[in-house]
Every structure is written in structure tokens, then in C-alpha cells.
């Protein structure tokens, strides 16, 4: 999509979950370009001295591909790039990858507005794992999963059940063991602390960072009470909420907000913290509902930045603690209910309560439990009902 129109496509993601590899992938389908990463000496010479050199003229009719990985961590590397852009003549193509994102972090300088697309790339999904390439608009899937047009296979359930414990990020999915996941894991985290917060914030006290980051598994699925957390920490509020943003900024966790327009008595302020790797929590109901979370944040990131309209996740729950884990907004307007039970197929008694509020076409309860789908009434309103290993297949 960017670069049909030869504009730079920035694309971020948490730590190790395949940047590099698909630009690496793209440059060996062009053919002809380069890859560069900042923690290449020479890389950060030229960029530093001659950045023009970086990208020489090349023969007409070739369209080379540029790779420029986690060019974030140079300070103007959006004024540096946007003078690359604007001074060659010759068409060509600009990959940006990194761990932070790339759209709104604000050491760059420049914003490239008009010169440059953003995508979010994410961890495996079952629906990728199941289907390579997903198609369809987003209301040809939701049909496709509400009329079950999909045979389902034993396949998917093994795929989910994989997802569940080893996590969607490819290295640790791809070894098939828990104890190499876990050695991994505890890897990944120093690494997006020790150095990705080190290079990217004047953050200095990262000790402290991690043990916000061990706190945090424990609160997933629930209200997050930074009080709690600051009281935990012996920090300010400010400090907590600084810390937080930090590691959502590095795609360590995400943090859903409650949607409360034309509900009675609803939150507005408290948002539910998810980790982008699930595989962290330890307890199985909060470790299922990030799963679903996941899924549901790919497929809203995915539509978003493939032009289908703007899906953004949020959840419901009101004062009397009446919640429904998930609500898809499609341009501001509920379009997804979702209710995650690890076990329970049995209809949740809260749709009754928000559903005749919502307007919402869609209502879905995704259950952990295999081969369930069954379709139930919630007042006027139809829920379906499903297994995890199938509904998700229905995703992106």
C-alpha cells in the first residue's frame, strides 16, 4: 500500500516479533536496495556524516527497497529521512522498522506527515496461523463466523493450544518448548528495559521500571489502580503513570479504556492493562482474556491501517461492576461485543444488561472450552456463543 505510492512505510511492533525478518523478506523479493541497522558502527557513521550516501542513484527502472531498522534510537532521524526523501529524484522505497512507535514517539523531530504510512505489526494470531493470508472486510468475517462457514479442523485447536502457553511471538512458538519459552522470556524483558528504555527515555532508574514490569502480570483483566501500584513501588502517581507509558510505548503493554457514551452508570476513567505477550500471566482466566485481547487488538490495528475505518478496543463495565471484557468500536460507533470465559459456556447474565444500551450488531462470548458454538438470546439481541479455536480463526 505505501509503497505503491512511494511513500515510507513505518512499521512497529514489540521486541522480536518478526520486523526485521519481514524487511529482510521484502528486500529479497525487490531485489535490489539495502538493509541497515543502527547498531551497525559503520550504519551510524554514514548516518551521522553522509546519510545521502546511504542511498545512491541507481539504474533506471529499478525501484530500490531501503531497510532502515530501529532508526528510532537517532535523535532527528525523521529531519534526516525526510531530506532523503525529498531530494532524490529517482523513485524509491523506504522500510522503517522499530520497537517503539514510530508515529508518535516525539524524539524525532519531523512528523513526515504526508510522506510516510504507519502499520502495526503484532505477534502471531491463530487466524494467521490457520490462514497465511486472512481476506475479506471486516463484515465479511464477522458473518463468515456468525453463519460458521469456516470447517473447523483439529489443527486449530492444537494451534490455540500452543498460542496459550508458548505465546504468540515467533521464536518461542516456533521451538515448541515451554522451558526454552520461559528462558526466552526473561530475556526479552531485561533486554526491552535494560536497553530499549535506556536508549529511547531519560529513564534512569530501570530497576525500578522492572519491578513495575513484574507487578503487572497479576493485574492483568482488571481495573488498573495506579495507587495500588505507586503504593507497591513507593513512587509518586506521576511516576507511575510516566513508567507505564513508557513501556506501552515500547509495545511491552497496552491499556484499554472504558466506553461509556449513552451507558448508565459506566466508568469513564479506570482502563484494563494487558501485556503484549500473554504467555507472562501466569493464572489461566487472565491469561486466556490478553489472549482474546490480543486478537482482538491485531484485527482493529490491521483494518485500521489497511484503510477498512477506524477500529479502536475498549471495554464496559459500570459502577455496580457489571462487565463485558471487550468492546470493538468501528469510526466511534460499537460494532463488536465480546465477553472472554475461560470455562463457562453457559450465557454470561451481563449482555441483558448492556446489549439493549449498545445498538451493537455483533455480541460474541469466546470460550476456551473445545468444540462449543451454539447461538443464545440476550433479550432482543442474538450471542453467539464459540470456541476460542474457532472464533479467533475468524480474526486477522
Not at 479502536?312 to 461485543?337: C, G, Q, S, T
Not at 460474541?364 to 470456541?387: C, D, F, M, T, W
Amino acid at each position: 500500500m505505501a509503497f505503491a505510492d512511494h511513500k515510507i512505510a513505518l512499521v512497529s511492533g514489540a521486541r522480536q516479533c518478526g520486523k526485521t525478518t519481514l524487511g529482510r523478506m521484502l528486500l529479497s523479493e525487490r531485489g535490489v536496495g539495502k538493509y541497515f541497522n543502527w547498531d551497525e558502527t559503520s550504519f551510524r557513521r554514514a548516518w551521522a556524516k553522509a546519510p545521502s550516501s546511504l542511498v545512491p542513484p541507481h539504474a533506471p527502472g529499478q525501484t530500490p527497497l531501503f531497510v532502515f531498522d530501529e532508526i528510532h534510537k537517532a535523535k532527528g532521524w525523521k529531519r534526516t529521512l525526510k531530506g532523503l526523501y525529498d531530494t532524490r529524484e529517482e523513485p524509491w522505497d523506504a522500510l522503517v522498522t522499530g520497537s517503539a512507535r514510530l508515529n508518535i514517539f516525539k524524539k524525532g523531530g519531523d512528523s513526515l506527515l504526508g510522506r510516510s504510512l504507519h502499520f502495526r505489526m503484532h505477534p502471531f494470531s491463530l487466524a494467521e496461523l490457520s490462514s497465511p493470508t486472512p481476506t475479506g472486510v471486516p463484515k465479511d468475517r464477522l458473518e463468515s463466523l456468525f453463519t460458521r462457514a469456516n470447517a473447523q479442523t483439529s489443527a486449530n485447536q492444537e494451534a490455540f493450544t500452543a498460542l496459550s502457553h508458548l505465546g504468540g511471538f515467533p521464536e518461542p512458538f516456533l521451538l515448541g518448548s515451554e522451558k526454552k519459552a520461559r528462558l526466552w522470556r526473561r530475556s526479552r524483558v531485561e533486554k526491552v528495559i535494560r536497553e530499549d528504555l535506556r536508549d529511547l527515555s531519560r529513564l534512569t532508574e530501570l530497576s525500578r521500571v522492572e519491578m513495575l514490569a513484574a507487578l503487572l502480570p497479576e493485574r492483568v483483566g482488571s481495573p488498573l489502580s495506579r495507587a495500588s501500584l505507586r503504593e507497591d513501588l513507593e513512587v509518586s502517581h506521576d511516576t507511575v503513570t510516566r513508567w507505564l507509558g513508557a513501556l506501552k510505548e515500547l509495545y511491552y503493554a497496552f491499556e484499554l479504556k472504558p466506553y461509556s457514551k449513552g451507558l448508565a452508570r459506566s466508568l469513564k476513567k479506570e482502563g484494563k492493562l494487558y501485556l503484549w505477550d500473554w504467555s507472562e500471566v501466569e493464572k489461566p482466566g487472565p491469561r486466556f482474556e490478553n489472549l482474546v485481547a490480543c486478537h482482538l487488538l491485531k484485527a482493529c490495528d490491521f483494518w485500521t491501517d489497511s484503510g477498512e475505518g477506524t477500529f479502536d478496543l475498549m471495554y464496559l463495565r459500570n459502577k455496580d461492576k457489571h462487565e463485558i471484557d471487550f468492546l470493538v468500536l468501528k469510526d466511534r460507533k460499537p460494532w463488536l461485543a465480546v465477553e472472554a470465559k475461560l470455562g463457562d459456556t453457559s450465557l454470561s447474565p451481563h449482555w441483558e444488561r448492556f446489549l439493549p444500551q449498545l445498538a451493537c450488531p455483533y455480541a460474541l462470548q469466546i470460550v476456551a472450552a473445545p468444540n462449543h458454538y451454539r447461538k443464545h438470546k440476550a433479550g432482543e439481541a442474538n450471542v453467539l456463543v464459540a470456541s476460542a479455536a474457532e472464533a479467533l480463526t475468524y480474526l486477522v
